[in-house]
């Protein structure tokens, strides 16, 4: 029992010293566990109760409410094993606790009070302690100050001795300084691409027998997948629009509403850099003449940004009168000023003159048209859901509806790659997902203000279509086959030709890859050609790697070391050092809480424990 106890706590002693030295004071109160039955268990001489048990389970279900914003109950805690690892908790709190008092180790009523005292929940508004607070809290936990100090002694007691256990370690530099060394490692190798077109006999075309004998060794590359044969009844928005009438006096009210859209003045894209007086302003203009500098420096200079000085697109209404005159009269300048602007003088930059433009009305009579053809459609279709709403109620299936209403009767074998037409919609496919059999056609919404109902008819299995119906599938599938392992073997013929002194500039064009990383993808290349290429030991070494429809053959060409003093590197010893000290406490602490409960012996009362739970709706 003892074995299996600290098997369960083993993976939470970090947790619960390097993150807890106060007891939580999140709960919904707890119940009465009082006489000679009231523990849990104990760990060597540290009992643990019915109300510590209680109160860590209330916390674990205010916790999980917390994160999840959704109600937890006690059956959901339990069914995930939470329960378990909460009693694992406990123990290893004991255990540490029950070591701590071997040693002797405690704090005094004074350390007790300064660490309450320093608890912000137990603070008033004015950031000091507050003992009406600390009470009504502890009440509300079910805990008494009694013990509630004794809990925190207990926590402290624990800190302190973890702090001797894990305390000062140090793990060997050579840890993250190998890791570095393997990760920041790269690699240059050079490549030549085998494809099609350096096939010398080039790919056959099949025969009748390859295509058949390829069809019946690769069924599943050609099997469909399970399909819900549905049948389906819709109406959308652009069914109906080039039916609707559009009232010209609404398409030129809508145009002359947009009238800023379609007639827009000369505008010019300014930046705008304000001086302190007309004589700063003009040596700015001056210096700038001179290319003693330039506008982007003096913003620099400003400790501004491109961002704090655009003005963007400006009419010439939008200047003063001054200042519109001189930028709108000069189409050539780029820096133009001193301006007396509204924020004082300034200098502008024109980025770009953005002539006037005009759309006439029947230019855009088209867009206009559309726009009020698809509201007008809409509304339609809004005015249809009633009867047809009525139609599916009364029985009328979605043939008579189809029939009787402007719906369209359509079907499809739907799976789960299907996308065209009503399977783009995500209504559509979300209930194609969700319809049985059983079901009746019901109205729904599509995202454009279309609607729909749809009828499951059959689930077709996943079926192998006969080969005279796919044959030009077949092809292409065995095509892109024998292009893979043409290219394929034609390429470790030239590896061979290697082996008796070609080199690999002998065998075609070249491409090199320089300082390659082992995290690196390579767009073009397999996927395996980084895992390959550092798998090569030697310089000089050679591999072929086969592809969809390429084949290539890499030569190694260096091993670079990590470069130690980069900035990337560093980072990566820094964060290393820290996981690997981390983890080597987490491993060290764990091992010596396994054998502080081994050595202490523990025992569980599942009769009290099951008590505990019972008192949880």
């Known amino acids: 029992?003892?074995?299996?106890?600290?098997?369960?706590?083993?993976?939470?002693?970090?947790?619960?010293?390097?993150?807890?030295?106060?007891?939580?004071?999140?709960?919904?109160?707890?119940?009465?566990?009082?006489?000679?039955?009231?523990?849990?268990?104990?760990?060597g001489d540290v009992e643990i109760t019915a109300e510590d048990y209680f109160r860590a389970l209330n916390n674990e279900?205010?916790?999980?409410?917390?994160?999840?914003?959704?109600?937890v109950n006690f059956a959901s805690l339990r069914a995930r094993g939470i329960d378990e690892r909460v009693l694992a908790g406990l123990v290893a709190r004991a255990a540490l606790s029950h070591?701590?008092?071997?040693?002797?180790?405690?704090?005094?009523?004074?350390?007790?009070?300064?660490?309450?005292?320093?608890?912000?929940?137990?603070?008033?508004?004015?950031?000091?302690?507050?003992?009406?607070?600390?009470?009504?809290?502890?009440?509300?936990q079910g805990a008494t100050p009694r013990e509630y100090e004794e809990e925190t002694r207990e926590d402290i007691a624990r800190a302190i001795l973890q702090t001797a256990v894990i305390g000062g370690l140090t793990p060997p530099d050579i840890?993250?300084?190998?890791?570095?060394?393997?990760?920041g490692e790269t690699r240059d190798f050079t490549r030549v691409t085998i494809t099609r077109n350096e096939l010398v006999d080039g790919v056959p075309e099949p025969t009748d027998e390859d295509l058949a004998a390829y069809y019946e060794e690769n069924p599943q590359r050609f099997t469909r997948p399970e399909a819900r044969a549905i049948t389906y009844a819709w109406i959308i928005p652009s069914q109906l629009i080039d039916e609707v009438d559009v009232d010209e006096d609404a398409l030129r009210e809508l145009y002359e509403d947009r009238i800023d859209e379609y007639v827009q003045p000369e505008r010019r894209l300014l930046e705008r850099l304000v001086f302190g007086s007309e004589e700063e302003a003009q040596a700015a203009v001056d210096a700038i003449a001179a290319e003693e500098t330039d506008f982007d420096q003096l913003v620099a200079d400003r400790d501004l940004t491109l961002e704090d000085v655009d003005v963007g697109e400006v009419a010439r209404e939008d200047l003063n009168p001054d200042a519109a005159e001189m930028i709108f009269a000069d189409d050539e300048s780029e820096i133009i000023g001193p301006v007396q602007s509204s924020l004082g003088p300034a200098i502008f930059r024109v980025n770009a003159v953005l002539e006037a433009s005009e759309v006439p009305f029947e230019d855009a009579r088209a867009d206009l048209r559309e726009e009020l053809a698809d509201e007008a459609a809409r509304r339609a279709i809004d005015a249809m859901r009633e009867e047809l709403d009525d139609l599916l109620a009364s029985g009328a299936t979605l043939e008579e509806v189809a029939e009787d209403t402007d719906m369209v009767l359509g079907t499809i074998d739907y799976t789960v790659s299907s996308e065209d037409g009503i399977a783009g919609y995500d209504a559509f496919r979300d209930a194609a997902d969700a319809v049985e059999e059983s079901d009746f056609p019901e109205l729904l919404e599509l995202s454009d203000g279309g609607l729909f109902a749809l009828r499951l008819d059959e689930i077709v299995p996943p079926t192998l279509p006969p080969l005279d119906e796919i044959v030009e599938e077949v092809e292409a599938a065995w095509?892109?086959?024998?292009?893979?392992?043409?290219?394929?073997?034609?390429?470790?013929?030239?590896v061979g030709q290697m082996a008796t002194g070609a080199t690999?500039?002998?065998?075609?064009?070249?491409?090199?890859?320089?300082?390659?990383?082992?995290q690196d993808l390579l767009p073009d290349l397999p996927p395996?050609?980084?895992?390959?290429?550092?798998?090569?030991?030697?310089?000089?070494?050679?591999?072929?790697?086969?592809?969809?429809?390429?084949?290539?053959?890499v030569r190694l060409d260096a091993i670079n070391a990590a470069a130690r003093n980069a900035p990337d590197t560093s980072i990566l010893l820094t964060i290393l050092e820290q996981t690997i000290a981390q983890s080597l406490a987490q491993d060290i602490f764990e091992a010596y809480g396994q054998a502080a409960q081994a050595e202490a012996g523990i025992t569980t009362n599942s009769g009290v424990i099951n008590s505990v739970h019972a008192s949880f709706p």
């Open 61 to 71: 279900i205010s916790a999980q409410i917390a994160q999840t914003g959704q109600p």
């Open 1 to 43: 029992m003892a074995r299996t106890a600290a098997k369960k706590a083993s993976n939470i002693f970090v947790w619960i010293l390097m993150g807890l030295l106060f007891v939580a004071l999140a709960g919904f109160g707890i119940g009465s566990f009082t006489g000679g039955a009231s523990r849990v268990g104990s760990v």
């Open 479 to 494: 095509d892109m086959t024998a292009v893979r392992d043409a290219v394929a073997a034609r390429a470790q013929e030239l």
């Open 528 to 553: 395996t050609t980084v895992p390959q290429v550092f798998q090569l030991e030697n310089i000089g070494d050679v591999v072929m790697i086969p592809g969809a429809q390429a084949a290539h053959i």
């Open 504 to 518: 690999l500039e002998d065998l075609g064009d070249t491409a090199e890859e320089r300082l390659i990383r082992r």
């Open 99 to 140: 070591e701590a008092n071997e040693m002797g180790i405690s704090v005094g009523d004074a350390e007790v009070a300064r660490q309450i005292q320093q608890t912000p929940q137990f603070q008033g508004t004015a950031g000091q302690f507050d003992r009406a607070t600390y009470e009504f809290l502890l009440q509300q």
């Open 175 to 183: 840890f993250a300084e190998t890791i570095v060394a393997y990760q």
